[in-house]
């Protein structure tokens, strides 16, 4: 995507703060000294059988990149492929479970298009509000930061595993729960300290996204690879080589970027790697910041730190 985009010309409109060229989360628009919109897209194929669920999760998805950037989410128009021959109680059921979603993170659905797709897919186009001058970007991390996540991981082997038939529908329940889980409160707990970078980990993995940072800071992200918090059952989907195809894709994409230090667990190293449906945050904030957010926020967990640039952008310990 990178490649495609790179060739692609710059608005050149002084008011794009954040545009397409620095893979944030985002797209950033000021309207004045005090606001600026914050606009994002995303939209994919059922990850869980049940239709509400399912319709939840990508609202919770959509909306999680608006929060990455610090913003407020305001507005919200749903993206619907769905088969001609698809039952219209299922699609609805999406809806409703998308609807209570937005309306949880008081978000208005103000209307949405759909398309004739022989592949479901569903999601939504975010918008959000932000002051300016308070974007959390992923390329502001400093040297000497304490790097916090707030979620665990493991979305993608869990689903992976769940569709080999290795694992049963209760076994991801945890991961489920996760995926639900808005990232609202955790962005709110943020709020008044001093973020130096923030993004969210979905489809790039833990690794992929830490990655993006440290090239876009100018750093080394320092990953304590046994502190980061993974879903029941992840580690023994990895072991049992219930690997997602994207998994394999995130690590030829930012391996040669990645030092693994001896004495890492190679499940733990692949793990990184695992694509996330609405995953959590990763923050890098200076270490008091950090303490006063796990204070408010004790779900979260200090799982690495920022060193200065090394010859590889991550390294495992
Ligand atoms: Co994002
Ligand atoms: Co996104
Ligand atoms: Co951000």
């Not at 790097?147 to 665990?152: H, M, N, P």
């Not at 489809?203 to 029941?232: I, N, Q, Y």
């Amino acid at each position: 995507m990178d490649q495609v985009l790179s060739g692609l010309p710059r608005s050149g409109d002084a008011n794009v703060l954040v545009g397409f060229d620095t893979s944030d989360d985002a797209g950033v628009y000021r309207l004045d000294d005090t606001c600026a919109l914050v606009q994002t897209v995303d939209f994919f194929t059922p990850i869980v059988d049940d239709p509400y669920t399912y319709g939840a999760i990508a609202a919770a998805n959509s909306l999680s990149d608006v929060y990455a950037m610090g913003g407020r989410p305001v507005t919200a128009l749903s993206i619907v492929a769905w088969p001609a021959k698809g039952g219209t109680e299922v699609l609805r059921n999406i809806l409703l479970g998308g609807a209570a979603k937005m309306k949880e993170a008081g978000c208005a659905i103000l209307g949405g298009h759909s398309v004739a797709d022989e592949e479901i897919k569903f999601g939504y186009s975010v918008t959000g509000l932000i002051h300016p001058s308070r974007i959390w970007t992923n390329a502001g991390a400093r040297v000497g930061d304490t790097l916090v996540f707030t979620k665990r991981i493991g979305t993608g082997v869990l689903a992976t595993a769940l569709k080999r038939g290795m694992i049963q529908e209760t076994d991801i329940q945890t991961a489920v729960e996760s995926m639900l889980t808005l990232n609202g409160p955790a962005a709110a707990a943020l709020q008044g300290l001093t973020v130096n970078g923030c993004t969210d980990i979905t489809g790039f993995g833990l690794a992929g996204h830490a990655r993006e940072m440290a090239l876009g800071s100018k750093v080394t992200l320092e990953v304590f690879a046994g502190e980061v918090p993974l879903l029941d059952g992840a580690r023994e989907c990895a072991l049992a080589g219930a690997l997602p195809g994207g998994l394999k894709n995130n690590r030829e994409f930012a391996a040669c970027d990645v030092e693994v230090m001896p004495g890492v667990a190679s499940e733990l190293e692949t793990l990184l790697y695992d694509p996330q449906t609405s995953g959590g945050l990763l923050v890098s904030l200076p270490a008091a910041d950090a303490g006063r957010f796990l204070d408010l926020f004790p779900a979260g967990r200090i799982i690495g730190r920022v060193v200065e640039r090394r010859e590889k952008a991550i390294r495992i310990v």
